[in-house]
């Protein structure tokens, strides 16, 4: 997974060739996942992508994150929107495929439509619903949006990121995380249909004080190229997600 960071997924109009190419790259480092075609009522089709890490049993509680893979507009090379996002998740899944002493399920959901309607998101709440992830308990979700660069981290700004927040503050020190307020997204969309544990996170420069400057600034736009990622940023969030993944296991060995 790791040899082409920046330009892992093929620039194309069809987002079933960027959930076929997530598959495809998972496949080859022995993760198994799945592709969920969906048929929307406007006769659009999207196309999830699923995988849930090691000797999953849905009997027990189950940690999810999850990035939509789609894009806005083909024609710019939408890195931070949110390409980053996908590639983390991709090495996240590798870093633990295989892990056997995990006390709770780890799934990985790569969602379609996030820029138009949400019908990869509302998918995934069927799913919920349905018990796919869990017939116990969802402990959180976790969204990922602009992974692309910063040397701290922002989240979601609402009542149930403490899970998130304070691994954060943790983890990132003397950069301190912000709390912001975010355009709709698919976390905004699944929380007005009732999931409420869901948080968003992506990354931030602290060099820009009280967090003012948004991180949107640059997205759906031309300017969103690979080229102004930075890998360090990117590898510092990887290793809070490992964190987060290792503290919510904690809770559960004390237990």
Not at 115 to 134: I, P, T
Request: charged share 25%; proline share 2%; glycine share 6%.
């Amino acid at each position: 997974i790791t040899d082409q960071p920046a330009r892992f997924i093929p620039g194309t109009c069809y987002m079933s060739n960027r959930s076929s190419y997530i598959v495809k790259r998972l496949g080859d480092c022995n993760i198994p996942s799945d592709i969920d075609r969906i048929s929307t009522e406007t006769n659009h089709t999207c196309f999830n992508a699923d995988l849930q890490l090691y000797d999953f049993d849905e009997d027990r509680d189950t940690l999810i994150f999850m990035a939509h893979h789609d894009v806005l507009n083909t024609e710019f090379e939408n890195f931070n929107d949110n390409s980053a996002s996908v590639f983390l998740l991709m090495l996240l899944s590798n870093m633990f495929n295989g892990i056997e002493n995990l006390y709770y399920n780890l799934v990985v959901v790569f969602t379609d439509s996030e820029e138009r309607s949400f019908w990869g998101a509302d998918r995934l709440k069927e799913q919920l619903d349905e018990g796919k992830f869990s017939k116990s308990k969802i402990i959180h979700i976790i969204n990922l949006e602009l992974c692309g660069i910063g040397n701290s981290m922002w989240v979601e700004n609402h009542d149930n990121n403490d899970l998130v927040y304070d691994t954060g503050l943790e983890f990132f020190k003397g950069n301190s995380v912000g709390v912001i307020d975010t355009p709709n997204s698919d976390a905004t969309f699944l929380r007005s249909q009732g999931v409420d544990n869901i948080t968003t996170i992506g990354l931030l420069d602290s060099m820009y004080g009280e967090f003012d400057t948004s991180p949107w600034d640059v997205v759906h736009t031309v300017r969103d190229r690979y080229e102004n990622g930075n890998l360090d940023d990117m590898k510092n969030l990887l290793h809070f997600l490992r964190d987060l993944v290792i503290e919510v296991n904690d809770t559960y060995i004390e237990k």
